[in-house]
């Protein structure tokens, strides 16, 4: 993560022609203004957007309190009152979608209809928590005991995101931990900072003050509130590297921590597939945002006595996602320059290696925003940059197998263990793949995406813990035992 730079000026727009928006941090139920700012670059014109605030330490420990003393009461809300609560919150997300959409779009540079998709993703979640929340469960009853499982909050949340999908990506943190009575004060990723501060502000309106706050800033503010001791636990989504170091400062206040962090998910194709069918699954999976996905197909492994047919559908199909085409809707420029500049050297690398990139590869197709078209590499080494790490962009390397247990033995790296995806019409054998892949979530005979109903998280290097569905709620929660003597 880059350090944010500050530019000291307060509540002003950088290009002319953007909507009138002030961003705050938001502390106990109220807007607060910074001494310093920065601004995000848009990653489609490369031109400044608004002032975003820096917190500082003292904001910090002030939202902390105003956690802290809020938690007192929320811990105690009915799972009904806590159900309302999230319900009105989907309905502010809803009644607000345009203004959040126009944020997240300039922050991200998605399309309008991608971004207004995301936002009204953001909304399902907090409907889908309306209905579903965890009950008691009795364990064990006899002549003498009886014993129940109950679930409790666990205090204040320190939430810190990412910038790919900065709604979604937050909101499943928010809904988790207000659903299950914990209090959160979340940090968005400094490159995608708007949409999520006006998230919050909005929020206020159906929420007691200190149950859910905000602070924007960088690797310094989320060190610091790993290091907080009024900050109980972390829900972090991110690098592997970033959340290693998360890791390790939770240990000095034993901290409970989540950690979403990347995937080099594995896409298998079999020698049965439809192509017509599953090559634009596949090239959807790969290239959808660019590749920005957490999930997104990052390494596709072909049939062998399919592969020629597969790769020649596959560079047609990726034409559809392409850099000239500003109405496109599911792809765009890479989000910030940070990112932008690990893709060039992942593209250079290639070249250096003397891959063979079948479509793409060129670094600077237009003149501005951070572009990079779908670039195709076919068949370089399981230990070529490409393939060893996640790309985080739109460059798809194109392997080919033979035999399933080495092609499994291929998925099966360390950084793979958040998503991969099986396509065959034979469901038992897709099962079969499935079931000894190393990853969290398998698709089946589609691309990647996940579901509010589902559990999701990393295996390995990919992270643990986890969030959505039913059981993705017991990550925010201590499982206490009730041992009722009779
Ligand atoms: P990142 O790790 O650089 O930053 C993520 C967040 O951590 C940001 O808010 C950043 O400011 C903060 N941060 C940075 N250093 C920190 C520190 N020392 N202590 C505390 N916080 C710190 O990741 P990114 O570039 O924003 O996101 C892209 C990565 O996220 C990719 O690797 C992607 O695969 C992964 N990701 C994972 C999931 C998932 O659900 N598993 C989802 C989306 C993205």
Redesign the pocket.
């Known amino acids: 993560?880059p350090s944010v730079a500050t530019n000291g000026t307060n509540g002003t727009n950088g290009t002319k022609g953007l909507p009138d928006f002030q961003f705050f941090n938001i502390i106990d139920g109220k807007r607060r203004t910074s001494k310093d700012h920065h601004q995000v670059t848009d990653p489609r014109t490369e031109e400044p957007l608004w002032d975003a605030p820096i917190a500082s330490t003292k904001d910090l420990d002030d939202a902390v309190e105003a956690a802290n003393r809020a938690f007192k009461t929320w811990k105690n809300s009915t799972t009904a009152e806590r159900q309302k609560a999230v319900h009105d919150v989907a309905n502010v997300i809803l009644e607000n979608v345009d203004i959040l959409t126009e944020a997240q779009m300039k922050e991200t540079g998605k399309s309008r209809p991608m971004s207004r998709f995301d936002v009204e993703r953001a909304a399902w979640h907090f409907e889908y928590y309306r209905t579903v929340a965890l009950e008691d469960e009795l364990q064990y009853e006899d002549d003498t005991i009886r014993i129940i499982a109950t679930h409790a909050p666990i205090g204040v949340l320190g939430a810190?995101?990412?910038?790919?999908?900065p709604l979604i990506?937050s909101t499943v943190k928010v809904v988790s931990a207000l659903a299950t009575g914990n209090c959160v004060i979340i940090?968005?990723?400094?490159?995608t900072p708007y949409s999520l501060l006006k998230f919050c502000e909005l929020a206020q309106s159906v929420l007691p003050p200190g149950v859910f706050q905000a602070l924007n800033?960088?690797?310094?503010?989320?060190?610091q509130?790993?290091l907080h001791a009024g900050i109980h636990h972390i829900s972090?989504?991110?690098?592997?590297?970033?959340?290693q170091?998360?890791l390790r400062?939770c240990a000095g206040t034993l901290k409970k921590v989540i950690?979403?962090?990347?995937?080099n998910n594995a896409c298998i194709v079999c020698d049965d597939v439809d192509l017509d069918k599953v090559v634009p699954q596949v090239a959807t999976g790969a290239l959808f945002h660019a590749g920005?996905?957490?999930?997104a197909s990052k390494r596709l492994y072909i049939h062998e006595s399919i592969y020629d047919r597969f790769l020649e559908r596959l560079i047609e199909e990726s034409k559809k996602f392409a850099v000239d085409d500003d109405e496109s809707v599911s792809f765009g420029p890479l989000s910030n320059k940070?990112?932008y500049d690990r893709a060039v050297g992942i593209v250079e690398d290639c070249k250096r290696n003397g891959y063979k990139i079948v479509t793409g590869g060129e670094v600077k197709p237009r003149e501005k925003g951070f572009w990079i078209p779908p670039t195709i590499v076919v068949r370089p080494p399981e230990d070529a940059l490409v393939v060893r790490e996640?790309q985080?962009a739109p460059i798809v390397p194109v392997m080919s197998w033979a035999e399933e247990d080495d092609v499994i033995a291929r998925a099966n790296i360390d950084n793979a263990g958040?998503g991969a995806s099986v396509y065959t019409p034979d469901l038992d054998r897709a099962q079969k793949i499935a079931r000894q892949l190393e990853s969290g979530t398998v698709w089946i005979n589609q691309f990647e995406r996940?579901h509010h109903a589902g559990f999701?998280?990393?295996w390995k290097l990919?992270?643990f813990g986890g969030?959505l569905g039913k059981q993705g709620l017991l990550h925010y929660c201590h499982t206490q035992s009730l041992q009722i003597a009779k």
């Open positions: 993560m810190i995101s990412p910038w790919n999908f990506l940090k968005p990723s400094p490159f800033g960088g690797a310094d503010l989320g060190e509130m790993t972090f989504t991110g690098t592997i590297a970033v959340g170091r998360i400062n950690l979403e962090l990347a995937g920005q996905v957490c999930v940070a990112n996640e985080f958040l996940p999701f998280g990393g990919s992270g969030e």
